[in-house]
């Protein structure tokens, strides 16, 4: 009887995962923006591990999100060998952040990059590297604008770059030409703050995004950059955040808020762990009374990446007596 019902549960889940398949969107990261006063897009999925299904980062790859975003939607999970026949949740569906809706916003936190394209009621979600936990390869917060773009890029390695694959016994040449070997990919987009060192580009790598990997700079896969870079123009507005957590009232009254790992600040923090700390706005959040303030503060132990209803429901029979 067990094993029947096992069976029954595992055959319903596969059926819902062919079914998201089979009525995805073509580009499941292009979604519509929400109705007025709502900041929820996109739509999870669910992926059947096969026996031959390879590692995270190639299911992460498969479906264009980031390595710790999958990592984080299934706790638990082994990273390198997944077992077959396990169902993983695809997180696609998010809060978008609270800033203007136009041009690149980026939210380190939840290492995902937002474009709203400019006369379009719609909004593209790319995962993304960021740069590395160091004094000079963590990747800042700033509003700025596109300053510059450029195909096949030669990459200027600073000399703090040079100096560490120097400790690794690699030497960097002064510049790398384009081509298979440079870091950069194929297409680069300079942002205007801090004299132009910080850029938007491609890899040569097959891993690292969704993850913190860069000198600094901020990585996409090839086809994200290649589009990113034909719909950007210099003077596009960005806005790089860091926020952790997210929160949302949608117009039926429903409460969201979405968690991510705050970005460690040292070598020895946890970001599973790392304490959240909720500015003024969040905390009325969490304790307005139409919150659940016991669900959200699992949700923000948890750390899921995903939305969660934190709306306080009240018991029909408890209303009744």
């Given at each position: 009887m067990i094993k029947t019902l096992r069976f029954s549960l595992w055959l319903a889940l596969?059926?819902?995962?062919?079914?998201?398949?089979?009525?995805f969107p073509t580009r499941a990261n292009n979604w519509p923006l929400p109705p007025t006063g709502s900041r929820v897009v996109g739509e999870n999925r669910f992926h059947v591990v096969q026996n031959d299904g390879g590692s995270l980062e190639a299911i992460a790859k498969k479906y264009n999100v980031g390595f710790l975003a999958l990592l984080q939607a299934n706790p638990g999970v082994d990273p390198y060998v997944p077992r077959a026949?396990?169902?993983?949740?695809?997180?696609?569906?998010?809060?978008?952040?609270?800033?203007?809706?136009?041009?690149?916003?980026?939210?380190?936190?939840?290492?995902?990059?937002?474009?709203?394209?400019?006369?379009?009621?719609?909004?593209?979600?790319y995962p993304i590297g960021i740069g590395q936990l160091g004094g000079d390869t963590l990747t800042p917060t700033?509003?700025?604008?596109?300053?510059?773009?450029?195909?096949?890029?030669?990459?200027?390695?600073t000399a703090n770059i040079r100096a560490r694959y120097k400790a690794q016994s690699i030497d960097l040449p002064a510049v790398v030409p384009a081509g298979p070997d440079n870091p950069m990919g194929h297409h680069a987009i300079r942002l205007a703050a801090f004299g132009g060192v910080y850029l938007l580009?491609?890899?040569?790598?097959?891993?690292?995004?969704?993850?913190?990997?860069s000198s600094g700079c901020i990585r996409l896969r090839d086809g994200d950059i290649s589009a990113l870079y034909a719909?950007?123009?210099?003077?596009?507005?960005?806005?790089?955040?860091?926020?952790?957590?997210?929160?949302?009232?949608?117009?039926?009254?429903?409460?969201?808020?979405?968690?991510?790992q705050p970005?460690?600040?040292?070598?020895?923090?946890?970001?599973?762990?790392?304490?959240?700390i909720l500015n003024a706005a969040m905390q009325a959040f969490k304790d307005d009374a139409r919150s659940d303030a016991e669900v959200m503060t699992h949700a923000m132990e948890v750390r899921s990446g995903m939305p969660v209803d934190v709306t306080r429901y009240h018991d029909e029979n408890a209303q009744m007596l």
């Open positions: 596969v059926t819902v995962a062919m079914t998201a398949v089979l009525s026949g396990s169902v993983l949740t695809i997180p696609l569906q998010t809060l978008l952040p609270d800033a203007p809706r136009k041009g690149i916003v980026i939210n380190l936190a939840e290492l995902r990059l937002y474009y709203y394209p400019l006369g379009k009621s719609e909004v593209i979600v700033m509003v700025t604008t596109v300053s510059d773009k450029r195909a096949n890029p030669t990459w200027t390695p580009h491609g890899t040569n790598a097959d891993f690292g995004i969704g993850m913190r990997v719909a950007v123009s210099p003077g596009t507005p960005v806005n790089i955040i860091n926020t952790p957590i997210k929160a949302s009232v949608e117009p039926d009254g429903t409460r969201l808020v979405e968690v991510h970005l460690s600040k040292a070598i020895d923090d946890d970001p599973k762990t790392l304490p959240i």
